[in-house]
């Protein structure tokens, strides 16, 4: 998608401070923290959201796993993360590329607001 800042992201066109990359997925840091640890972990093809992209198992799956792998480098697996999928706009998604937000480094509270 042209206009999809998440795409630019994906083709270097918007910088990004990248942590890691799969063949399907790019991770990179929040531009606006809300942990010590804020990781966004993308499809690099574009899907406008977590149930567009459960179209594709395979992917989604791929995500997830490197969401995950975000949490074991930055050292937050063991003490505890949250995986967000925000998904509509009442649920604060702001942008419509689906991104997995990888949220640690502190306690987090439960029920969110
Ligand atoms: P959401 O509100 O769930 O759609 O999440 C969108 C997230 O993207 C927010 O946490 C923003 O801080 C983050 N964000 C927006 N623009 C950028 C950018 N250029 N680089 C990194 N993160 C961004
Ligand atoms: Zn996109």
Known sequence: MTDCLFCK???GDVPAKVV????????FRDINPQAPTHVLVIPRAHHANVGDLAADAELLAEVVREAHQ???DEGI?????RLVFN???????????????????????????
């Not at 697996?77 to 993360?81: I, L």
């Not at 509509?88 to 969110?112: K, S």
């Open 70 to 72: 975000v949490a074991v």
């Open 87 to 113: 998904t509509g706009a009442q649920a604060g998604q702001t942008v419509f590329h689906v991104h997995g937000h990888v949220l640690g480094g502190r306690g987090l509270n439960w029920p969110p607001g």
């Open 20 to 27: 890691r990359e799969s063949a399907g997925t790019v991770a």
């Open 9 to 11: 992201i994906v083709s």
């Open 77 to 81: 697996a063991d003490t505890g993360y």
